[in-house]
């Protein structure tokens, strides 16, 4: 299973499957923190496999631990980009920040509203559904989110 965070000035990343982490702390051609990828539009990752499943809040401790949080997807543009970036690592979803109590809408890590939302949530009437997961939508172009 691997878990991905991506570390930028907006958050970290965690993929269910692998754990990628990312830092816009860069020059214009390597990250400061060793063992990163750049990139022009999500910053510095990484993707770390483990040989098990994590859980969310033990994905989301590992970016805080690696000095980051969940991403946090806020257009369509680093959506795509973010998931074909963990597509050609074999991995289909990634849990990214948003969360919610029943009733209440989504919020970042911060408690903000999300400012993007794309128009197909997948399970976003399951009050138990609590958390957030970036995925391809059916068509294999754009984006969605399905609710955990």
Sequence with gaps: MLTVCLK???GVLIIIGSL???SQVM????CSTPGYIRDSLLGCYKIVLYP???TYD???HACV???GQLFLVNSAEKGVHLIKAIRSEMITSAVIQGSRGPESSWFDEHGNPLSYLPSLI???DDEEATKLILKFAPDNINIM???I
Aim: proline share 0%; charged share 25%; glycine share 12%.
């Design 8 to 10: 930028t000035i907006t």
């Design 20 to 22: 990628v982490c990312g």
């Design 27 to 30: 020059s214009k051609s390597q």
């Design 52 to 54: 098990t499943a994590v």
């Design 58 to 60: 033990e994905g989301r």
């Design 65 to 67: 631990n690696d000095g």
């Design 122 to 124: 997948e399970n976003k």
């Design 145 to 147: 989110f399905s609710a």
